[in-house]
């Protein structure tokens, strides 16, 4: 990835933050012939460790392979930055953005027992913003049919890299007036990204 040091994202806890706020990623990987699979699945990073699943029915996972790495791409909040915003001319657009892109070796969870229990661990922290969680208690047969319909995996993180294009190579009034445009849109998505400009820019 692409990344200036003054957009770099490399802080741990940061990264952590970015990757348990934004939990439906990427994974990309390449098949025998060299051709790169894309699939949107859901991870959580624990312990050096990517948990994720695909359905079987997949190919994707096939590619899984001993000593070849994948890529997972997280990405936080983003949005188009007008240069209407800035103090002065001239000015072009741009995108401001969060990502990180995460490498690793992958390799499968065939064990029944930890399959149902990286299951139910998703579960419980997707569900736990609830006020009353479900709970994931199946019956056996419903449950047993379920995970045979999954491919459970987990990701060795080898390497990370994280970008933060929030503005840092602007002046202080123009980030100000890019933060401020992006809070008068009335999208959630450009009030997050404006939130993470103003906390860089103290």
Same mark, same amino acid.
């Given at each position: 990835m692409y990344t200036p040091k003054h957009f770099a994202l490399d802080d741990p806890a940061q990264q952590q933050a970015l990757m348990a706020g934004n939990p439906f990623a990427r994974l990309i990987t390449v098949d025998? +012939?060299?051709?790169? =699979?894309?699939? =949107?699945? $859901?991870?959580?990073? /624990? +312990?050096?460790?990517?948990?994720? =699943? /695909? *359905?079987?029915?997949?190919?994707?996972?096939? =590619?899984?392979? $001993?000593?070849? @790495?994948?890529?997972?791409?997280f990405s936080g909040p983003h949005g188009y930055i007008s240069p209407s915003w800035y103090s002065g001319e001239p000015n072009v657009p741009t995108w401001n953005y969060v990502a990180l892109h995460v490498y690793g070796r992958p390799r499968l969870? @065939?064990?029944? *027992?930890?399959k149902k229990a990286r299951q139910a661990h998703l579960v419980e922290v997707m569900e736990s913003r609830f006020s009353e969680p479900w709970v994931m208690e199946l019956p056996e047969k419903y449950e047993q049919g379920m995970l045979a319909g999954i491919v459970t995996f987990e990701i060795e993180i080898t390497r990370m890299e994280g970008k933060a294009k929030l503005g840092q190579n602007r002046k202080p009034v123009d980030q100000q007036g890019a933060i401020a445009g992006l809070r008068a849109t009335?999208?959630?998505? +450009?009030? *997050?990204?404006? +939130?993470?400009? *103003?906390?860089?820019?103290?």
């Open positions: 025998g +012939d060299g051709l790169p =699979h894309a699939s =949107h699945l $859901p991870f959580l990073s /624990m +312990d050096g460790l990517l948990d994720g =699943h /695909m *359905a079987k029915a997949n190919p994707q996972w096939r =590619h899984f392979q $001993p000593g070849r @790495e994948v890529l997972v791409i969870v @065939e064990d029944a *027992a930890r009335g999208q959630a998505e +450009d009030a *997050a990204l404006a +939130d993470l400009m *103003a906390a860089q820019l103290g």
